[in-house]
């Protein structure tokens, strides 16, 4: 059974960073597509980063206009982690991220396109 578990939310001031991880359990980790979505009340599930390496290479990433130069996201094979690396936090950031898989490529766009979900983890504006 694939297991997905974010952290690393948490309170945060506009200009700030944070870095939300995600573990992967179950299955093999290396060569499927990883995504970040994030999804404010009453809104659809957008993505935000996602993804897709193979074993030895560094991987295809793709990131939406609203978080280019600010997200980094990347992917840690050996020890089955994503991570998304987020500066210049604005109040729009301030939101709910998952982490996402997708058995495959290119790395699918919407959030019915990916097969397995963790939990959440909640960033918040502590201005």
């Known amino acids: 059974q694939v297991q997905l578990v974010e952290s690393g939310g948490g309170s945060v001031q506009a200009g700030g960073s944070l870095r939300l991880s995600c573990v992967a359990s179950g299955y093999t980790y290396s060569a499927f597509c990883m995504g970040w979505f994030r999804q404010a009340p009453g809104k659809e599930r957008d993505r935000v980063a996602s993804?897709?390496?193979?074993?030895?290479?560094?991987?295809?990433?793709y990131y939406d206009g609203s978080v280019k130069g600010r997200f980094t996201i990347s992917r840690d094979n050996a020890k089955n982690t994503l991570y998304l690396q987020m500066n210049s936090l604005k109040p729009e950031d301030t939101v709910m991220y998952y982490c996402?898989?997708?058995?495959?490529?290119?790395?699918?766009?919407?959030?019915?396109?990916?097969?397995?979900w963790g939990q959440g983890t909640q960033v918040t504006d502590s201005s």
């Open positions: 996402a898989e997708a058995t495959k490529a290119p790395c699918p766009l919407r959030f019915y396109d990916y097969n397995y």
């Open positions: 993804i897709y390496t193979m074993t030895g290479s560094t991987g295809t990433t």
